[in-house]
């Protein structure tokens, strides 16, 4: 095989993984999923026991900007309307709430780019290139 041979074979394996949909979407939703588990696992999931809060509170009639030191350690920016959006997931226990809650940002996201009016190869370059990103966004739990 000639190096020329072999350049053509590199570039040819590399383009098939890099415009591949099956690899984009599992690496996309699988790095997702990994980042969430593992974060979840080893902290108590601060940002999103502040968009919990907000359900809480909200139910409560507490106000929502106020400090809850004993429940997370930040501060909510969130409104009262933001409360209905996360009611179904502060229902849950706070394991699955969370990674419900990244799954389905992951998986808005991931509609959005296969909306864009550009070739499918070039959508799957985006989720390939942007699952690194999207890992880092779930492991902190951001919406």
Same mark, same amino acid.
């Given at each position: ?9 590199f ?6 993984? =890099?415009?591949?949909? %099956?690899? +984009?979407?599992?690496?996309?939703f699988?790095?997702?999923?990994i ?11 601060? %940002?999103y026991?502040i ?5 809480? @509170?909200t /139910? @409560?009639?507490q ?13 909510n @920016?969130?409104?009262?309307?933001f409360?209905?959006? /996360? ?16 799954? =389905?940002?992951? +998986?808005?996201l991931? +509609?959005a ?5 550009i +070739?499918?190869k ?9 699952? @690194? ?5 779930a ?5």
């Amino acid at each position: 095989m000639s190096p020329t041979d072999t350049n053509r074979s590199f570039k040819s394996f590399f383009a098939n993984i =890099l415009y591949n949909r %099956n690899f +984009a979407t599992v690496l996309w939703f699988g790095l997702a999923f990994i980042g969430v588990v593992l974060e979840y696992a080893k902290s108590t999931g601060n %940002n999103y026991l502040i968009f919990k809060g907000v359900f809480e @509170h909200t /139910i @409560h009639q507490q106000n929502l900007y106020l400090a809850y030191p004993a429940e997370y350690q930040d501060y909510n @920016h969130y409104g009262p309307v933001f409360s209905l959006v /996360i009611a179904p997931f502060a229902l849950l226990p706070n394991w699955l709430g969370v990674v419900l809650w990244v799954m =389905l940002n992951t +998986a808005i996201l991931y +509609a959005a780019i296969r909306m864009l009016p550009i +070739a499918e190869k070039w959508k799957n370059a985006i989720l390939i290139f942007s699952a @690194h990103e999207m890992m880092i966004a779930a492991e902190w739990m951001q919406s």
